[in-house]
């Protein structure tokens, strides 16, 4: 049986990274985020050698600005045992307080990683500035139990329509909800405290372009793509 080879480097530029210090370790599952920490999954009784489990990582840039060119190393960490280094390449500036993610969701484990109880790191290990490497570690950790089983989720379905959409967005199922609007590159456009079950949202003002809306209901949290076309 081939293992996973746990311990390797991706190198990549990414515009959408804005991040110093990783703030959520995120599950995406049937197409909404959940916090990792604190979640409970059963599996089968005899797993796959590989199991997809689909991640996204959220940063903070908490310094100063980075700008093009700069990098960081982030790694992955298992039961206090790093298992991959991630190396990003910005070809954007960062502002400070800028917040966005990266997308592991092809993510592929060892299903013998899983433990009836398991914490799981990320952290950005490096930074480097105009040529200048700074170490640093603040890891965010996720502690989550596994058993044997077929897992449920319950859920309500949210939905944002018309997609695409012109000047005006309808979010449903937002009662209570926070929902964030960002733009292709990672920046917070439009932030509401929805206290209604049917949200509109005027997007007038937009530009043409795909957008995410991140929708957030205590530890539930749901993404969605939209596209705005004039």
Do not use: H
């Amino acid at each position: 049986m081939k293992r996973f080879i746990l311990l390797f480097t991706l190198v990549a530029a990414f515009s959408m990274i804005n991040a110093q210090k990783v703030t959520n370790i995120l599950l995406v599952y049937d197409g909404k985020l959940y916090y990792l920490d604190g979640q409970s999954f059963n599996f089968p009784s005899n797993p796959p050698p590989q199991i997809q489990f689909p991640l996204v990582i959220q940063f903070t840039n908490n310094g100063d600005v980075l700008n093009a060119g700069d990098s960081m190393k982030m790694a992955m960490i298992i039961e206090g045992e790093t298992k991959f280094a991630l190396s990003i390449t910005l070809n954007k500036a960062m502002q400070p307080g800028d917040t966005s993610m990266i997308d592991l969701q092809e993510l592929q484990v060892a299903s013998s990683e899983f433990k009836a109880s398991n914490t799981w790191c990320f952290d950005i290990t490096k930074v480097y500035r105009s040529g200048v490497e700074q170490e640093i570690s603040e890891p965010a950790c996720a502690n989550f139990t596994v058993s044997t089983g077929i897992a449920e989720v319950s859920r309500v379905e949210t939905m944002v329509y018309p997609n695409p959409a012109k000047d005006v967005i309808s979010i449903k199922n937002t009662n209570n909800a926070t929902v964030y609007i960002y733009n292709i590159l990672g920046k917070m456009v439009r932030k509401i405290d929805s206290t209604s079950d049917l949200l509109q949202v005027n997007v007038s003002d937009f530009s043409n372009g795909m957008y995410f809306i991140k929708i957030q209901n205590g530890n539930n949290v749901e993404t969605k793509k939209i596209l705005i076309n004039k």
